[in-house]
């Protein structure tokens, strides 16, 4: 199980730190990734984290989002800087379908699992 939280409503040019606390598979064996989907759109695979601590990220959030890890709480975070209106999304984690899996392209298929998600909505 996978539940996201940290969510809320913050000015463009704000920042947000969302956290993912997984339980069941054994947490650090998987590559973790961030989705968003905004109303209308596509679900967009934003970030991603493999087991050994290695990262990819999206073009739209390079440079203004990162995502890190602490296997010891089992929790997978992701830090966003300088928010834009169009961040405005819920956003949730997954984990990767196998033990060990890479994360380069990231490719929303390899994800499975995907948790409940949290609101975040930025205002202009």
């Known amino acids: 199980q996978l539940q996201a939280s940290g969510g809320g409503l913050v000015q463009a040019g704000g920042s947000l730190r969302l956290s993912c606390a997984a339980s069941?598979?054994?947490?650090?064996?998987?590559?973790m990734g961030w989705f968003r989907q905004a109303p209308g759109k596509e679900r967009e695979l934003v970030a991603a984290?493999?087991?050994?601590?290695?990262?990819n990220y999206a073009d739209s959030v390079k440079g203004r989002f990162t995502i890190s890890r602490d296997n010891a709480k089992n929790t997978v975070y992701l830090q966003m800087y300088s928010l834009k209106p169009e961040d405005t999304a819920v956003y949730y984690c997954?984990?990767?379908?196998?033990?060990?899996?890479?994360?380069?392209?990231?490719?929303?298929?390899?994800?499975?699992?995907r948790g409940q998600g949290t609101q975040v909505t930025v205002s202009s």
């Open positions: 984290i493999t087991s050994g601590n290695s990262t």
């Open positions: 997954a984990m990767h379908r196998t033990p060990y899996g890479g994360i380069w392209p990231l490719r929303s298929s390899d994800f499975d699992s």
């Open positions: 069941g598979r054994t947490f650090s064996m998987y590559a």
